[in-house]
């Protein structure tokens, strides 16, 4: 019903900056409602939500995230971005665009579509 793929992805030293895109193709009623998000998974970690879009258009950040990260949709283009400055090494992961079912709930169990994953890489 959802498809996600996530782009922009890529190499940058510490103190950079990256913009992933994810595309979204859903219809009206798949999105009309729902939460949106980026997480990341490292190497022999779980994966974490970094940060959350409402469609009434709260956000919410992780700690980790908050000040250097904004997650920000596209409705028009159908694309969800997340635009990460002041890069850390602690950022490398792979990154993963979600989309809850339905509803705007904001909580793990929720999401239900995943894309496919951006690559990461923050060097030191």
């Known amino acids: 019903q959802v498809q996600l793929a996530e782009s922009g992805g890529g190499s940058v030293q510490a103190g950079g900056s990256l913009r992933l895109s994810c595309a979204i193709s859903a219809s009206r009623d798949s999105y009309a409602t729902y939460c949106m998000a980026w997480f990341r998974q490292a190497p022999g970690k779980g994966r974490e939500g970094v940060a959350y879009?409402?469609?009434?258009?709260?956000?919410i950040y992780a700690d980790s995230a908050k000040g250097r990260f904004t997650i920000s949709i596209d409705n028009a283009k159908n694309n969800l971005y997340l635009q990460m400055n002041s890069l850390k090494p602690e950022d490398t992961a792979m990154y993963y665009c979600?989309?809850?079912?339905?509803?705007?709930?904001?909580?793990?169990?929720?999401?239900?579509?995943w894309g496919q994953g951006t690559q990461v890489t923050v060097s030191s």
């Open positions: 879009i409402r469609s009434d258009g709260y956000t």
């Open positions: 979600a989309a809850t079912g339905s509803g705007s709930l904001c909580l793990t169990t929720k999401f239900r579509y």
